[in-house]
């Protein structure tokens, strides 16, 4: 027959086990966090810099065909026409192209093992 010692013993074994699980599965989600953090701001900082470069060669390239067309308002209007283009190509493939291009990088990231 089974005595109080082994039932009280198997009792803090199991309460011992599911507190160790508890904590690995917080360390588990805080090192997810922290990876999933961490990239968000280095693609924030990339995604700043590579915004300032494409101001400063629309602007660059505005004024270069400004001074061939001999007029401001030609060379600006094309590079925003040139934008236009690209905004409604993007808009039109944007599930396509971006969400599940999106999507898929999230979800192999999320069950990515290390």
């Not at 690995?24 to 693609?43: D, F, G």
Request: net charge positive.
């Amino acid at each position: 027959m089974i005595d109080k010692e082994e039932i009280n013993a198997l009792i803090q074994e199991s309460k011992s086990y599911l507190e160790s699980q508890v904590e690995l599965n917080r360390m588990k989600a805080t090192e997810k966090i922290s990876l999933y953090s961490s990239k968000m701001i280095v693609y924030l900082i990339l995604g700043s810099i590579s915004l300032l470069f494409f101001i400063c060669s629309s602007l660059f390239l505005g004024f270069i065909l400004s001074e061939y067309f001999e007029d401001f308002a030609t060379g600006f209007g094309i590079i925003a026409c040139g934008y236009f283009v690209i905004l409604i190509l993007l808009f039109a493939f944007r599930r396509k192209v971006i969400g599940k291009a999106i999507q898929n990088k999230i979800i192999k990231e999320l069950y990515r093992n290390k």
